[in-house]
T-cell receptor, first 114, second 117 residues
Framework: DSGVTQTPKHLITATGQRVTLRCSPR?????VYWYQQSLDQGLQFLIQ???????AKGNILERFSAQQFPDLHSELNLSSLELGDSALYFC?????????????FGNGTRLTVT | AQTVTQSQPEMSVQEAETVTLSCTYD???????LFWYKQPPSRQMILVIR??????QNATENRFSVNFQKAAKSFSLKISDSQLGDAAMYFC??????????????FGTGTRLQVTL
C-alpha cells in the first residue's frame, strides 16, 4: 500500500459530462502529481501542486483543471468529456519538490467515457 | 526537454533466467534521478529501483539491479532469477534533482515483460 488514496476506482460517464477525481496524498507529503495513462501507453504528466500552489504543468487540456486544498488533498476536474479522455488517471505524491524522495502512486481512477 | 526511450516494447524470459530491459534518456542536466517502475495487471505503479546520477555505484534491490552508464545516458534494468510475479509492464523514468519549481517524472513508453515456464 503506497498510502496514496484515489477515489473513485472506476467512473463511467457520457460525452459532454464533467467529473471530479479525488486524491489524498501520503501523510506528510506536500506534492501531488496527476498523470494520465491511455490504453497501453506510458504515463503523461498533467499537473503538479506543492502545498496548495501549482508548480508545473504538462500536456493538460484546457478542459481539465486541478487544485490542491489546505488539507493537501487534490482534485482533478475533467469537463466536456470526449471519448479520447477515457484513460487511467493516476495521482502520486512526494515529500517535496527539491528532494530525492520517489513518487508514490495511488491505484488510479479508470475513467470510461461512452 | 528531457526524453526517455524504451526501445523494447516486449520482452520474454523463462522462469529462473535473467533478463535485461533497456532505457536511454536525453537530458542536459548533470544531476538527476532515474527510476524503474513496475505496473502489473492490477495497474498499480510500483517503484522497483532508483539511481542517483551522482552515485557511480549501480543500485541493487534483491533480484533487481541496474547498469547505469552516465556518459552514454543509459539505464538498464537486470532481473535475475525471474519469477512469474515479475510479469508486468516496466517503465523507466527520469527526474531532475534541482528544478526550482517542479520535479515531475518523465516516463518512457514501457516494456511489457512476459515470464514463461
Amino acid at each position: 500500500d503506497s498510502g496514496v488514496t484515489q477515489t473513485p476506482k472506476h467512473l463511467i460517464t457520457a460525452t459532454g459530462q464533467r467529473v471530479t477525481l479525488r486524491c489524498s496524498p501520503r501523510s506528510g507529503d506536500l506534492s501531488v502529481y496527476w498523470y494520465q495513462q491511455s490504453l497501453d501507453q506510458g504515463l503523461q504528466f498533467l499537473i503538479q501542486y506543492y502545498n496548495g500552489e501549482e508548480r508545473a504543468k504538462g500536456n493538460i487540456l484546457e478542459r481539465f483543471s486541478a487544485q490542491q486544498f489546505p488539507d493537501l488533498h487534490s482534485e482533478l476536474n475533467l469537463s466536456s468529456l470526449e471519448l479520447g479522455d477515457s484513460a487511467l488517471y493516476f495521482c502520486a505524491s512526494s515529500a517535496g519538490t527539491i528532494d530525492n524522495s520517489p513518487l508514490h502512486f495511488g491505484n488510479g481512477t479508470r475513467l470510461t467515457v461512452t | 526537454a528531457q526524453t526517455v526511450t524504451q526501445s523494447q516494447p516486449e520482452m520474454s524470459v523463462q522462469e529462473a533466467e535473467t533478463v535485461t530491459l533497456s532505457c536511454t534518456y536525453d537530458t542536459s542536466e548533470s544531476d538527476y534521478y532515474l527510476f524503474w517502475y513496475k505496473q502489473p495487471p492490477s495497474r498499480q505503479m510500483i517503484l522497483v529501483i532508483r539511481q542517483e546520477a551522482y552515485k557511480q555505484q549501480n543500485a541493487t534491490e534483491n533480484r533487481f539491479s541496474v547498469n547505469f552508464q552516465k556518459a552514454a545516458k543509459s539505464f538498464s534494468l537486470k532481473i535475475s532469477d525471474s519469477q512469474l510475479g515479475d510479469a508486468a509492464m516496466y517503465f523507466c523514468a527520469y527526474r531532475p534533482r534541482y528544478t526550482g519549481t517542479a520535479s515531475k517524472l518523465t516516463f518512457g513508453t514501457g516494456t511489457r515483460l512476459q515470464v514463461t515456464l
